[in-house]
């Protein structure tokens, strides 16, 4: 096994975990509003989603390729879309405008990161 099949191994053993935090403390953290003058501000998913940033360019920097990058902004994605899909009284994601900034933010900040990331590579030459 080369080292670069290693290093991709091992950041994704750390990417699935990486993501179920982010996807958790996200959906905790995406419904915190705030209201200015009679308008609600989802601060808590523009929170979520840094958080989802800086944790997908921490592993597109440490193990210096994009996939552990996608994998856990495909985890995230797809915990944080089945959560939205439960029955009434299940749902931890609605569709309401934090709901959807959370959701559909997910899908662009990790093409977001996995573009920055692609900057990091191990370059083979």
């Not at 990486?18 to 953290?29: E, H, I, N, R, S």
């Not at 995406?30 to 944790?55: C, D, E, I, K, N």
């Not at 495909?74 to 089945?82: E, M, P, R």
């Amino acid at each position: 096994m080369n080292k670069g099949a290693a290093g991709t191994a091992g950041g994704i053993a750390v990417a699935v975990p990486a993501a179920l935090f982010v996807a958790v403390a996200g959906t905790a953290l995406h419904r915190q509003q705030f209201m200015l003058a009679g308008t609600v501000l989802p601060w808590g998913a523009v929170a979520a989603l840094l958080l989802l940033a800086s944790v997908e360019l921490w592993l597109g920097a440490a193990t210096r390729s994009v996939i552990p990058t996608a994998v856990c902004g495909v985890i995230c994605y797809a915990l944080t879309g089945w959560w939205s899909t439960l029955e009434a009284g299940k749902r931890l994601v609605i569709g309401d405008l934090p709901g959807n900034i959370w959701v559909y933010g997910i899908a662009g900040v990790t093409v977001l990161m996995l573009a920055w990331c692609l900057r990091y590579r191990i370059r083979r030459d």
